[in-house]
C-alpha cells in the first residue's frame, strides 16, 4: 500500500525557516518525480515545487523561488521542503504527492500545516 | 505560462443528475489534463487522468473528455458521496475549483 506521510509543519513567525518531510512507503521511490502543493485555508489548489526521480531538476513556483528549497534521499524514501523567510501567505496545508507520469498526482499524503505568524 | 480556468465555480445539483464541469485551458495542452475530487478535510483524489482514463476504483459514472484547450468531467448521475470540490491541473497548474453543492 502507497503511503505518503509529512511532517514537520508548526507555527513559525514571520521571516522564520522550516523544513518539512514526506516518508514514502509501498513503492519504488526512486522511479518517481516527486512535488509538493500547498493549500491555504478555504483556498484551492496551489503547486509548489517539483524534484525529479534522481534530485538532479527542481522547479520551483515564482511565488516560493529563492526561498524554497526542494530535496530528496533515495536512501531514505524522504522528500524534503526547506522553507526560508517565510510570509504570512505561506500558511497552508502542505501535501506531498507522487507524479503519474505527466498526468496528474495518483497519491497524496495527508498534508501539515504551517502557520505563519506573529 | 498557462493558465486554467475552470466553470462554474459553484454547481448546485440533486441526486441522480448529470453534472458537467469545464475546464479551459489558455493554450493547447494536448491531452495532459487531470481531475481531482477533494471533500473538506480531505487530500484530494485523482479521478481522471490524460484527459479521459479513469483512475483504478473511481466509479464509471464518472468520465473526462476534451483535448486541446477544452476539457469536461461529466458524472453520468450524481451520487451523494459525490458533494465535494472537483479540480482540474495541467501540468503545475490548477483550476480554481468547482464545488458541487446539494440543490
Redesign the interface.
Known amino acids: 500500500e502507497v503511503q505518503l506521510v509529512e511532517s514537520g509543519g508548526v507555527v513559525v513567525q514571520p521571516g522564520g525557516s522550516l523544513r518539512l518531510s514526506c516518508a514514502a512507503s509501498g513503492f519504488t521511490f526512486d522511479d518517481y518525480a516527486m512535488h509538493w502543493v500547498r493549500q491555504a485555508p478555504g483556498k484551492?489548489?496551489?503547486?509548489v515545487s517539483?524534484i525529479s526521480w534522481d534530485g538532479g531538476s527542481t522547479?520551483y513556483?515564482d511565488s516560493v523561488k529563492g526561498r524554497f528549497t526542494i530535496s530528496r534521499d533515495n536512501s531514505k524514501n524522504s522528500l524534503y521542503l526547506q522553507m526560508n523567510s517565510l510570509r504570512a501567505e505561506d500558511t497552508a496545508l502542505y501535501?506531498c504527492a507522487k507524479a503519474?507520469?505527466?498526468?496528474?498526482?495518483?497519491y497524496?499524503?495527508?498534508?501539515t500545516l504551517v502557520t505563519v505568524s506573529s | 505560462d498557462i493558465q486554467m480556468t475552470q466553470s462554474p465555480s459553484t454547481l448546485s445539483a440533486s441526486v441522480g443528475d448529470r453534472v458537467t464541469i469545464t475546464c479551459r485551458a489558455s493554450q493547447s495542452i494536448s491531452s495532459w489534463l487531470a481531475w481531482y475530487q477533494q471533500k473538506p478535510g480531505k487530500a484530494p483524489k485523482l479521478l481522471i487522468y490524460k484527459a479521459s482514463s479513469l483512475e483504478s476504483g473511481v466509479p464509471s459514472r464518472f468520465s473526462g473528455s476534451g483535448s486541446g484547450t477544452e476539457f469536461t468531467l461529466t458524472i453520468s448521475s450524481l451520487q451523494p458521496d459525490d458533494f465535494a470540490t472537483y479540480y482540474c491541473q495541467q501540468s503545475w497548474t490548477f483550476g480554481q475549483g468547482t464545488k458541487v453543492e446539494i440543490k
Request: glycine residues 26%; hydrophobic residues 30%.
Open positions: 484551492g489548489l496551489e503547486w517539483l522547479y513556483a501535501y503519474l507520469g505527466s498526468s496528474g498526482y495518483d497524496w499524503g495527508q498534508g
